[in-house]
């Protein structure tokens, strides 16, 4: 470091990254996150990018951006505003602004403020030059002239020297928090192993970007954040859709089968199906389906088959698979179905997630259709939640649905690993013989599900269908009294698993004045607030819901421990809803919103602030 | 298809191993009881266990199918049977399954995954019981049905324009392609056999007579007095003979077939049947050869070799098991990046 500068210390920083879509933010913002890993801090990251594929350069909708805030305790967002943006052009200067906190630092790459660019992201005049950037601290760097001059001699094509700028600009982000560049040099050297010219320039640009922060007489200080307070343990930077797929793969070697997939790309739930086609050495079977009702059919015949029959998809998806579950239903398959929600109704808004799709998966079928419904509450505990999806359909031979968003679907965060030896197996039969004539629907006496026979046994031959069913027998019955009597009994086949999945706890006092119930990826957001208030004398317990339906067992008592519960929900009151139908006696209050993008912690202490 | 292991101490079977015992609920005189009797006879000749047979439908009259056949059965639901069929294939390689469709089920709600199922070259057979009309909602048009056809939904004619089954199953490049009728219990069982014994998919289109809200439409085709002239049976390296004495058969004239009689001195130009012909051409040409202007083929289209779907799907496994070895849940847990906290 130059002699002349100084170094802080500091608790937590928000950093953001926004470029075009074609100018590597994601890569950019993972490399600095798995710098910030290995650094040993806490961390939790953002990445915003448009649904079209790449818009027209240097356009408003073409911003693409990263934001991870890192810290040196426990944290469970990605920061609610950033203290540093990078800007790689005006359109990313213009719609990340107001992400940005006053008196904060800006990077803006100069080079791309010229008069075609500012005019493609519709900005009148030159904020460079104008007051628009008073209240910020910037940076002006001309990332392409100096990415251009550090290549100078290397055998690159001029396309291909300014795609390297953005490794100039995380040089500059790892001199300004003091990190370490090997990590990311090392990442190069290996994703590029066949292309060592591309190696040499993106190393050579990311060091000439380290010793012009170091050099630059603008940046006096910089900042260290020190190593978070996390537990103990071996970690890994993982985000929801990597974790689900593991623990898919987990759950299936605990039951001793096979995984099946059935899938039809869809954003935001894709990276499921890519990462378990990956799987192949763990005998993944996945399989592209030509729609989302066949690959919902096939998980249906792969459970029928007597292995883990598991769709996936998002919420138009979902609609479109509505029928099929239903025959799930009626047949009592065990199914696994995982909707990774996004801003709706229709097409809504891909890219951008909420929780609007609780009443669908739990209503949105023709006749009573009881599914389980689990939701995962950061991105780590999706490999926690997969496991516990495949359980419960296996043990209770019934549909499951995995309730993630597009969230957690992409965010990262540190994850714990788990110790593998002592995950609990599954266990799971299949009758070889049968006393007298096989009965398809006689139920377990515990769990009221029925026998799960395997075609190929012999002995156990039978139909089954989506025809309404008689108890036992599972012959086909029009008889109105079986008809209800089965209703019932699949209600309560789904209701008795509240006797197999743990009691909800609270953090903070079991009894007061409020209490903040959430579901879903909401948890980092209440968890940050809570914590917030709490530093500020203020008290409120928190407790979140995994399990969906059924509800766990105590919820009720511990809910009338309060005089007031509070459920901040990213939709307009789904589960404030259900839970005044079971719990009318208990004083809710909602607190929602449906902007596509999570709550930010700010506005959530605002709100449980007020309350208390 | 997984026989019957020469140690496994059961007799042969009869028809009646494979009748479940349901109470068969099809109208008196329907199409479907002769089909289901036939497949039973089937099933009875081959030395294929009960418990490896799956019978797979959707929904319409000749769906409740699998209900009637003592084996493993799923009635799944409207056109989605070759979706349901698909997965049970992928999981399990031993078992023998049928999907059991009709013209709406298969061509019209489900026409999408009838087309995937048979270019993905699945290993199952697909029977799809054509009667171009919509029983079991009594009495509408189906895709199958011709244009001006008067039906309860269509009370001025339709106007839609019909599909043809075994042209689509072409397109599909749908690797076993045949036609039956309902009223040839002997032809049926023969195409059911040579279906099952084929590795990879097989279409099978069924005239079927539904005797109460279409009775008789294939009665110009397959009606007694008049099946010799206007029905050909496909025999593979010969000649289209029909007419009374096989006096009558099919020259190419360019691209184009035409009906000529038979002189067996002068074969120049007869069309000669080739089911093993991998182009489509041969087979697109006989399924477009229709009443009036053409005898209406019957037995196997086309009868052709590839990799099953399943085939691949195993052996993309099995190849990256070889050359990564089997998959170790801690490593993938670990991922290629971790770090301690002490």
Redesign the interface.
Known sequence: MSPTKTKKTIAAVTVRFAGDSGDGMQLTGDQFTDTTAVMGNDFSTLPEFPAEIRAPAGTLPGVSSFQVQFSDAVIFTPGDIADVLVAMNPAALKVSLKHVRKGGLIIVNSSSFTQNDLGKAAWATNPLEDKTLVDFQVLQVPLSELTANALQGHPLKGSEVDRCKNFFALGMMFWLYDRSFDHTVDWIRRKFVKRPEIVEANVAVLKAGYNYADITEVLQTRYEVKKSKLEPGTYRKITGNEAAAIGFITAAQLAGKTLFYGSYPITPASGILQDLAKAKNFGVKTFQAEDEIAAVGSAIGAAFGGEIGLTGTSGPGLCLKSEAMNLAVMTELPVIVINVQRSGPSTGMPTKMEQTDLLQVLFGRNGESPIAVVAPKTPSDCFDMAVEAVRLALTHMTPVVFLSDGYLANSAEPWRLPEIDKLPKIAVTHPSSWNGPFTPYARDAKTLARPWAKPGTPGLEHRIGGLGKAEITGAVSYDPDNHEKMIYLRAEKVARIADDIPEIAVRGPASGALLVLGWGSTYGSIHAALTALAEAGKIASQAHLNYLNPFPRNLGSVLRQFKTVLIPELNTGQLIMLLRHHFPNVKFKGYNRVTGVPFQVAELTEKIGGML | M?PLSPTDPRPKFTKNDFV?G?EVRWCPGCGDYSILGAMQQTLAKLDV????Y?F?SGIGCSSRF??Y??????????G?A???????????P??SIWVITGDGDGLSIGG??I??AMRRNLNFNIMLVNNQIYGLTKGQYSPTSPTGKMTKSSPYGSIDHPINPLCLAIASEATFIARTLDGDPRHMSMIFERAMKHKGVSFIEVYQNCIIFNDKTFQPVTGRDTREDRMVFLEHGKPLLFGKNKSKTVRLNGLFPEVVDYDPTNTRSLLIHDEADPRPHHAYLLTQMTYPDFPVPFGVFRSVEKPTYDEL?NG??AD??AK????N??D????P??????
Not at chain 2, 324 to 327: I, L, N, V, W, Y
């Open positions: 997984n479940s349901a266990p009960r418990e490896n799956v797979v699998p209900y056949m003592n084996n493993y059965g799923f009635h799944t639901i409207h989605r070759p979706t349901i069929a698909t997965g049970l294939r992928c999981v399990n031993d078992l999408n995954h087309i995937h799907m993309q496994i990256v098991i990564k070895g089997r998959g849940l801690k993938l847990i670990y991922g990046d971790t770090w301690e906290v002490k």
